[in-house]
């Protein structure tokens, strides 16, 4: 693919989250914003900072609804299409496709978001650990899946990284293929890359990047509310706002959603053989300058 080429979309992806047909019936505007990630990669916090930039900071926006992940197979995508047809305000919506899983299109602006594997492993965990019986009943027991169901998760983190890791991204689906996919077409004009650990050491600089590349000019008399209202503590504080369904479908509500939004805990549980092998399989799999972006967000 050149470095310019719009991808095209060849093939559908399933399983107990995805229904991908969604975007072959999606209608795009020209100003909308498509928010992209493997997953438990800062999605909800760019969510959040989009809204906070469209909205000039204002205090109790319901982002989750605004926003929501188009490709998650539940609600059937006819009732999730005419809701986001009525919203009158630009547009911010999340996949969590690989890229020829997708509609793509040449007017939409793209957000894609990197996090180290093992940091996303790690959160994944929490997330899967914690779902409720309405989690699996919602995705495991409502028409349309397709393939297995997804199960609970084993007792211990490290059993859950090997299966991850040596099942190309079981329970959930591939990672290396999601992040290659994206990198493939990084240098399209409207492709932005963004990675949660640029996010964790300057959050003003990086929402001003942003907001430049999506043409939208700060009101900089709220530029302190944007900046409280994007902060880990306010989110976690007001989470059922910005979390799916209230947070309804993990223990202990939404705030278990938002966990602990840190870098580098499996270091203290993953051996060095261990870690060496996760590295030199990024490189394998991604290529040197793509795997060191995803580790430390410098490219």
């Not at 319901?62 to 539940?74: H, I, Q």
């Not at 084993?154 to 099942?167: A, L």
């Not at 990198?183 to 003003?204: C, E, G, Q």
């Amino acid at each position: 693919m050149s470095s310019h080429a719009v991808p095209q979309k060849t093939r559908e992806f399933h399983n107990h989250h995805f229904d991908s047909t969604i975007w072959n019936d999606f209608e795009f505007r020209d100003d909308d914003i498509i928010i992209a990630t493997y997953a438990k990669s800062g999605t909800t916090w760019v969510q959040q900072i989009i809204a906070q930039l469209l909205f000039d900071g204002a205090d109790g926006l319901e982002t989750a609804e605004m926003s929501p992940w188009m490709d998650l197979r539940v609600p059937p995508k006819d009732i999730k299409l005419s809701s986001v047809v009525a919203q009158t305000h630009r547009r911010f919506l999340k996949t969590h496709l690989p890229v020829d899983a997708l509609v793509f299109s040449g007017q939409a602006k793209y957000v894609y978001i990197g996090r180290d594997g093992r940091d996303v492993l790690w959160s994944l965990y929490n997330h899967h650990a914690n779902a409720n019986s309405t989690w699996y009943e919602a995705l495991n027991d409502t028409p349309g899946r397709v393939g297995p169901p997804i199960d609970k998760p084993p007792d211990t983190i490290t059993q859950y990284y090997h299966d991850w890791f040596d099942k190309n991204g079981y329970p959930w689906w591939p990672f290396w293929d999601n992040v290659r996919s994206w990198w493939t077409i990084r240098d399209l004009p409207n492709v932005y890359f963004l990675h949660f650990a640029n996010l964790k050491s300057d959050m003003p600089k990086e929402i001003r990047r942003l907001a430049e590349y999506l043409d939208i000019s700060i009101n900089e008399e709220k530029w302190d509310d944007i900046l409280l209202h994007c902060s880990f503590d306010y989110m976690k504080e007001n989470a059922t706002r910005s979390v799916p369904l209230g947070g309804a479908f993990w223990d202990g509500g939404a705030k278990t959603f938002i966990h602990k939004g840190t870098n580098g805990r499996w270091r203290d549980i993953l051996g060095e053989d261990e870690i060496s092998q996760y590295e030199a399989r990024a490189v394998q799999e991604l290529g040197r300058d793509c795997a060191h972006w995803l580790a430390t967000g410098e490219k």
